[in-house]
């Protein structure tokens, strides 16, 4: 079994890097091989274009069977709390506009997430005790801050959970070459001030890490 597990920033990352005991083998992408399993751990950058670049690489290269994305995340929807982890059921562009030209390639404006990896990422969270919510994250090239933002996308996404700026770009290469995928994201802010952000992220990085490492080691 071959899992790639990606991140966009280091601090999303170099848990796993540690606790997997992976080798840097080129820039940004770390190898963990145990038996017949191997962990492709993976620093994307930040960013649509730079995420799908590093997930197609990936897929080409080493072909995985399965695909994490796992990181921090911009809370939206009510009554989250820091390191609340969020598992994407389902992802969304929330900056690509018109709408109907998502649904024209993917028969809906969401793409969504292997079943079963939402199941694992579940269970994970409840053995683990870490509170955790199942629903929509939606993904944007710019950093949400401000209630105009925050607006905008509950006018398409009322269902949103969270906001960040990989996930559906990964769902959507994977969904290209018909790979399982699943995004777990932390929340690290709530989309409305980055010094929250600086003071939280590494904390809430590593519940993602922790469901993510879970599913990594069960089959």
């Given at each position: 079994m071959t899992t790639a597990i990606i991140g966009a920033m280091k601090i999303e990352v170099e848990t796993l890097c540690t606790r997997f005991e992976a080798k840097e083998t080129e820039k940004g992408i770390f190898v963990s091989k145990k038996g017949d399993d191997t962990v492709i751990i993976c620093q994307?950058?930040?960013?649509?274009?730079?995420?799908?670049?590093?997930?197609?690489?990936?897929?080409?290269?080493?072909?995985?069977?399965?695909?994490?994305?796992?990181?921090?995340?911009g809370g939206l929807a009510e009554g989250l709390e820091i390191g609340n982890v969020i598992i994407a059921e389902k992802a969304a562009y929330h900056d690509f506009k018109p709408v109907s030209i998502v649904e024209d390639m993917f028969g809906e404006k969401y793409i969504r997430s292997d079943k079963s990896l939402v199941s694992s990422a579940k269970q994970a969270c409840e053995i683990n005790g870490i509170p955790h919510r199942v629903g929509t994250v939606v993904t944007g090239d710019c950093f949400v801050a401000?209630?105009?933002?925050?607006?905008?996308?509950?006018a398409e996404y009322p269902d949103a959970l969270c906001t960040e700026m990989e996930g559906a770009a990964i769902a959507h290469?994977?969904?290209?070459?018909?790979?399982?995928?699943?995004?777990?994201?932390?929340?690290?802010?709530?989309a409305a001030d980055e010094k929250i952000f600086d003071e939280f992220a590494f904390h809430a990085a590593q519940f993602a890490?922790?469901?993510?490492e879970y599913i990594a080691e069960n089959k």
């Open positions: 994307c950058g930040i960013g649509k274009v730079n995420a799908a670049a590093l997930t197609q690489r990936i897929i080409d290269k080493y072909n995985p069977d399965r695909i994490i994305n796992t990181g921090t995340a401000t209630k105009a933002q925050r607006d905008d996308i509950f290469v994977c969904h290209i070459n018909q790979i399982p995928f699943v995004i777990i994201r932390a929340v690290s802010d709530f890490a922790q469901i993510s």
